[in-house]
């Protein structure tokens, strides 16, 4: 069975730092891309970054690009998100989502359950 | 980037009743879009990829048409559980993945 647990969400201040993480299972996970997605209060999914199976192919939305940084363990099987620079904006439950593929060309499969950040003073 | 526009934003139908859900790319997605359910407090759920392919375990009553620019899900006779919010995503032009607003199906 997939499994995509995310981790490493809270309360954090305006222009501090946060790093979550997702570990996955159930799958082999360095045969397929992985992605952040995440969704404010209320409102509609936001795609936020992506990552190849060998990291060699990296992106990101335009409102998170110079302050998040992606990366991913093949050997832990997880998946990170640092997030520097934080603002209020950035307030959101983040999902963890796998593709359904070796690129990030791909639709997402399976989903965790979020991780809330929440960025206030 | 590619802009995907969803309408309407609400669709209020009957159960049993067909729901016809669209999406507009601001350029042509080819058939590099997929279609995801979101229940409340539920993570999103793959529907339809490849504009019209049904993903694993997705009843027969979902389906998907459309290439290009335009594309359409339709839901042929209403289940209680398919009330939710419906998302359209084209993955044809990366980076972004852009998902569309969302068109939420309610109870008529």
């Known amino acids: 069975e997939v499994q995509l647990v995310e981790s490493g969400g809270g309360l954090v201040q305006p222009g501090r730092s946060l790093r979550l993480s997702c570990a996955a299972s159930g799958f082999t996970f360095d045969d397929y891309a992985m992605h952040w997605v995440r969704q404010a209060p209320g409102k509609g999914l936001e795609w936020v970054s992506g990552?190849?199976?060998?990291?060699?192919?990296?992106g990101y939305a335009d409102s998170v690009k110079g302050r998040f940084t992606i990366s991913r363990d093949n050997a832990k099987n997880s998946l990170y998100l640092q997030m520097n620079s934080l603002r209020a904006e950035d307030t959101a439950l983040y999902y963890c989502?796998?593709?359904?593929?070796?690129?990030?060309?791909?639709?997402?499969?399976?989903w965790g359950q979020g991780t809330l950040v929440t960025v206030s003073s | 980037e590619i802009v995907m526009t969803q309408s309407p934003a609400t669709l209020s139908v009957s159960p049993g009743e067909r729901a016809t859900l669209s999406c507009r790319a601001s350029?042509?997605?080819?058939?590099?879009l997929a279609w995801y359910q979101q229940k409340p407090g539920q993570a999103p759920r793959l529907l339809i990829y490849g504009a019209s392919t049904r993903a694993t375990g997705i009843p027969a009553r979902f389906s998907g048409s459309g290439s290009g620019t335009e594309f359409t899900l339709t839901i042929s006779s209403l289940q209680s559980e398919d009330f939710a919010v419906y998302y359209c995503q084209q993955y044809n032009n990366w980076p972004p993945n852009t998902f569309g607003q969302g068109t939420k199906l309610e109870i008529k």
């Open positions: 350029q042509s997605v080819s058939s590099n």
């Open positions: 990552i190849s199976w060998n990291s060699g192919s990296i």
């Open positions: 989502a796998k593709g359904t593929g070796l690129t990030v060309t791909r639709p997402f499969d399976y």
